[in-house]
């Protein structure tokens, strides 16, 4: 089971640490991956990362603003979102996977989403 926690109301410009805890289950040798979906639109990839954290990928839209990392230990993968906009506004999910990757049909499980909402 996997269960995201950290979204809330923020100013454009703000930042939000997502966080995303593994239980009944260790996720330390799965990839693990955000997603997004904004109100009216389909479900995006955000960011994945690899289960020993050496390979990163993020989307465009993205990268250079938010930050994917993991703590094996703790079973939790987190998502630093700074630099935050309006249209990053969006329910974000995290789901595990055997391998890294962008599509989310090579994720097999995944979690409740956490809402971001980014206000102008």
């Known amino acids: 089971q996997l269960q995201a926690s950290g979204g809330g109301l923020v100013q454009a410009g703000g930042s939000l640490r997502l966080s995303c805890a593994a239980s009944?289950?260790?996720?330390?040798?799965?990839?693990m991956g955000w997603f997004r979906q904004a109100p009216g639109k389909e479900r995006e990839f955000v960011a994945a990362?690899?289960?020993?954290?050496?390979?990163?990928y993020y989307s465009d839209s993205v990268k250079g603003r938010f930050t994917i990392s993991r703590d094996n230990a703790k079973n939790t993968v987190y998502l630093q979102m700074n630099s935050l906009k309006p249209e990053d506004t969006a329910d974000y999910y995290c789901?595990?996977?055997?391998?890294?990757?962008?599509?989310?049909?090579?994720?097999?499980?995944w979690g409740q989403g956490t809402e971001v909402t980014v206000s102008s």
């Open positions: 990362i690899s289960w020993r954290g050496e390979y990163t």
């Open positions: 789901a595990a996977s055997e391998h890294l990757g962008y599509y989310q049909y090579e994720y097999r499980y």
């Open positions: 009944g289950r260790t996720f330390g040798s799965y990839a």
